[in-house]
């Protein structure tokens, strides 16, 4: 008699973060969050206003440190918890192993698309030549070939979210988060950054948390986190 097969084990998550808090004075903006992303996955964080997204993401990301709780990543190197780390290995994380898109951009303005890319390359050690190299070649995968020398002041809102997008792929980051990436954008727009944000991400293996406030945005994600009063209350797969 053959005995049945075993299951896989599942895959360890990238990021994992237990019993969040974080309070400003009186107002609390997380209350004891639970929070797993798996290799590929994408998740959107919706919320009201004040409900704590944001406060979530950048705990997550190691912009702020939360006040209790522990947020772990899995590294080739063994499992990195965020919270035992001081600033300045915070700043070195969100460089190596972190991208980031934000609602503006954030581009440098006095910079070309290209040198924009190419920036979180030349802060880890790659000299000037190879990271624009790469940088261009993130440009061309998000059809900006051509728009290298352009300034910020020079793209239109869709292609300056593109180069953000560009930027925050080029040191091959493991997750990348997004806050409120389409925010300023209109309906046609919006998708085709979408579009850019999936395909440079979770179709080639990285992971994406995004937060908005837009329902189109969020279903295409894999799974929807809703939070209210800094705590979790619906956690729903988008598809």
């Known amino acids: 008699m053959t005995s049945a097969p075993h ?29 797993r992303l798996q290799p590929g996955e994408s998740v959107a964080i919706m919320g009201a206003s004040g409900s ?23 590294t080739s190197a063994g499992a990195l918890e965020l919270t035992a780390l001081d600033e300045a290995g915070r700043s070195r994380l969100r460089r190596e192993s972190f991208g980031f898109v934000f609602q503006q951009g954030l581009l ?16 880890t050690g790659t000299d000037r ?20 020398s352009r300034r910020i002041g020079q793209l239109s809102g869709g292609q300056a979210q593109r180069v953000a997008i560009a930027r925050a792929q080029t040191t ?46 969020a279903a295409r994600c894999s799974r929807v986190l809703r939070l209210a009063d800094g705590r979790i209350v619906d956690g729903v797969s988008a598809r």
Request: aromatic share 4%.
């Open 7 to 35: 299951a896989a084990p599942a895959a360890p998550p990238v990021l994992a973060a237990t019993a969040l808090t974080k309070s400003y004075g009186p107002s609390t903006a997380l209350a004891g969050v639970d929070f």
């Open 52 to 74: 704590g997204k944001t406060t979530l993401l950048h705990c997550l990301a190691g912009i702020i440190p939360p006040d209790t709780g522990s947020v772990v990543l899995s």
């Open 108 to 123: 440098l303005p006095e910079l070309t698309a290209v040198e924009n890319v190419a920036l979180p390359l030349m802060l």
């Open 129 to 148: 030549r190879a990271a624009e190299q790469t940088a261009a070649m993130w440009l061309a995968a998000l059809g900006l070939a051509g728009f290298e």
């Open 172 to 217: 091959g980051a493991a997750v990348v988060f997004a806050d409120e990436p389409t925010g300023a954008l209109d309906s046609q727009t919006s998708a085709e950054v979408m579009d850019a944000l999936i395909r440079s991400t979770t179709e080639r293996g990285r992971s994406l948390v995004v937060v908005t406030h837009d329902e189109t945005v």
